[in-house]
């Protein structure tokens, strides 16, 4: 039993762990209670042709982590398609297009919004891409106060500002931010709806790096995995594999067990024990204090429930299968190849989030169009296409008396007619939509309260406050062999990778501790 390890949930974070630990030669079990692998990472066909994602579709973050070249997820089977111009913000007859290369860019913003905007964004690319550099450095492991003060040492240091100008801009709203930097209400606009799209809405506080960050898909652009989002993770399956690891789907974590303050395994629903040494819970953070029961205090799983916010959803998607790509006035051959930006003002942003924060249905949404299928031939049968159009913000809970099952079909219809209205026609093109609306997330990827990154990335759950204090290094205190990773871990949502590599480690530095650590143990246990 000391070198078996246990994985519950077979998302891609919990796929990356369990092949860190796999290759580090323990003996490593998957168990997943759905039939498709991936969780959130996953794709399956909808329609008779079309391969379409469940959840995520572009990933942004993973590609900077170093994880696909590490584990050799190519030479597994993943083919990744770049995002290039990663971004299409259309306003009528004019559009923005944001490329990995800044001279494209700058010249496109130029023709839209002038010269003063198209230099302010050069250097604001500049400055906040290496500022972001140093914060992506800080993602790449556990929140310690010693890993984030030696990654996060320096930032901003070319600037030549002092620490407290630079923690202001840090801690001040993206509309501020940008309000400092640009002119013209449009490229502020674009900027502001990409970096909405960790949740919280750019006019709040300490939200200014959310459109900082967007700075990084000019060092490396977005990609797109050739055959859907889902062959990340069944590569990672492939690679989980060929280290002599397994996947067990179908057959989920009744529970968690424990005993004496350690994990001893995990008990799936078809009633079998796995024992294990470690335990690696890549579920929702909530649900593995659900798993261990009475192993956790009462009062430490009420705290939890109670101050770990999952927050009112976030949005909804359509998965649209279409005779023809939406048509943009000012679109290019290029166009289809990028996220495509779909909100008109700032002020039809906080329109949106006003309606949600009101338990509303948005009247009209913005909108996240993805055409991934006007360069990957194999998720559409030929001369159709296969368009994914996200939505934000939509909630969870309703405050009208309205259902979601009851409204399913309008709030869809409504993300198609919010792409119609910047490329006129696009509605007539569509022959099939499935809609995936917060209650769907929830049921068919198990996203408590619809929500796609787990737990609100909020400031105050984010780094070492993520999810909570006491859980924000991968351990479960009082569990002695069980590790958490997922979203609701450092560093957050979206397709990252990052904590299940952080917490493979902690578990493997764990195993095989350095000499001080064991002194400072048998200390404490004296």
């Given at each position: ?123 604001f690319v500049l400055d906040w891409s290496a500022r972001n550099v140093r914060v992506f450095q800080a993602f790449q492991g556990a929140p310690t106060m010693s ?380």
């Amino acid at each position: 039993m000391t070198d078996r390890a246990v994985v519950v949930g077979a998302g891609h974070n919990g796929l990356v762990a369990a092949c860190y630990l796999a290759k580090a030669g323990l003996d490593v079990e998957v168990v997943e209670r759905d039939t498709v692998i991936g969780g959130a990472v996953s794709t399956v066909e909808r329609f008779p042709g079309y391969r379409m994602d469940r959840g995520s579709s572009a990933h942004i973050m993973v590609r900077h982590t170093g994880i696909v070249e590490d584990l050799d997820l190519v030479a597994a089977g993943l083919e990744y398609q770049d995002l290039d111009p990663w971004g299409f913000a259309p306003f009528g007859e004019h559009g923005i297009h944001f490329h990995v290369d800044l001279d494209r860019t700058c010249a496109s913003i130029e023709t839209v919004c002038g010269s003063r905007d198209a230099d302010a964004y050069r250097a604001f690319v500049l400055d906040w891409s290496a500022r972001n550099v140093r914060v992506f450095q800080a993602f790449q492991g556990a929140p310690t106060m010693s890993h984030l003060g030696r990654t996060l040492w320096g930032v901003g240091k070319s600037t030549g500002l002092d620490g407290m100008e630079l923690s202001r801009q840090f801690l001040t709203s993206a509309d501020s931010l940008l309000d400092e930097h640009f002119e013209d209400e449009r490229l502020k606009t674009a900027l502001a709806w990409m970096g909405a799209q960790s949740g919280p809405p750019t006019h709040e506080v300490a939200t200014a790096d959310l459109v900082g960050w967007n700075t990084v898909m000019h060092l490396k652009p977005p990609g797109h995995p050739k055959g859907g989002s889902g062959m990340l993770s069944e590569a990672l399956q492939t690679r989980l594999e060929s280290y002599g690891g397994r996947v067990r789907l179908g057959d989920g974590a009744a529970s968690i067990t424990a005993a004496g303050g350690r994990t001893t395994g995990v008990l799936t629903d078809s009633g079998e024990h796995l024992p294990a040494s470690v335990v690696v819970a890549g579920c929702h953070v909530l649900t593995t204090v659900d798993l261990l029961g009475d192993a956790v205090p009462s009062e430490f799983s009420t705290r939890a429930h109670k101050s770990i916010r999952t927050g009112n959803g976030i949005g909804m998607v359509v998965r649209l299968a279409t005779s023809a790509l939406p048509q943009y006035a000012a679109g290019t051959d290029e166009t289809h190849r990028a996220m495509q930006l779909i909100a008109p003002s700032r002020q039809f942003l906080r329109k949106a989030h006003g309606e949600y924060n009101a338990g509303l249905p948005p009247a009209e949404p913005a909108a996240l169009a993805m055409t991934f299928s006007a360069f990957d031939d194999t998720i559409a049968p030929p001369g159709k296409h296969n368009v994914t159009v996200w939505g934000q913000w939509h909630p969870y809970e309703l405050s009208n008396g309205e259902t979601w099952d009851g409204i399913r079909e309008r709030e869809g219809t409504k993300l198609v007619e919010a792409v119609d209205r910047v490329a006129p026609g696009f509605a007539s093109s569509v022959e099939h939509m499935h809609v995936q609306t917060p209650l769907d997330l929830e049921r068919e990827l198990g996203l408590r309260n619809g929500q796609v990154m787990h737990v609100e990335m909020a400031f105050d759950q984010m780094f070492m406050w993520r999810p909570m204090p006491e859980l924000a290094g991968y351990r479960l205190p009082g569990v002695d062999g069980l590790y958490l990773c997922g979203a609701s871990t450092h560093p957050g949502g979206g397709v990252f990778g990052a904590s299940g590599r952080s917490a493979a480690g902690v578990a493997l530095a764990d195993r095989s501790p350095s000499p001080l650590a064991r002194a400072v143990k048998k200390v404490r246990r004296g």
